[in-house]
């Protein structure tokens, strides 16, 4: 628990640090699928064992959520559209009603 709010503000910025990293690094993965370099099973299978090595803990439940949601889009096919604006509603934590 944060003892100040000086303290949540930094992990907050933190977070949207590491959301922002996110964010880019699928963009770039998606505009070389996009071109044919990247393999979708083989992408695929590479998260799988990225995310095997994860600790399972708090402090990973985001980012295996996020990649794991990521993943089931690139094994059902989904369109690159589709996935960038899945990825970005993960990110954003979810859809927001508007």
Do not use: C, Y
Not at 15 to 44: C, N, P, S, W, Y
Not at 47 to 70: M, S
């Amino acid at each position: 628990m944060h003892d100040n709010t000086a303290e949540m503000h930094a992990s907050s910025m933190e977070l949207e640090f590491v959301k922002g990293h996110i964010a880019a690094t699928m963009t770039l993965i998606h505009a070389l699928i996009d071109q044919g370099t990247l393999d979708r099973a083989r992408l695929d299978e590479f998260f799988a064992g990225f995310i095997g090595q994860l600790p399972h803990n708090r402090d990973t439940l985001g980012l295996r959520l996020v990649l794991d949601q990521w993943r089931q889009g690139l094994r059902d096919g989904m369109e690159e559209k589709d996935l960038r604006e899945n990825l970005f509603e993960v990110i954003k934590g979810g859809r927001h009603p508007g």
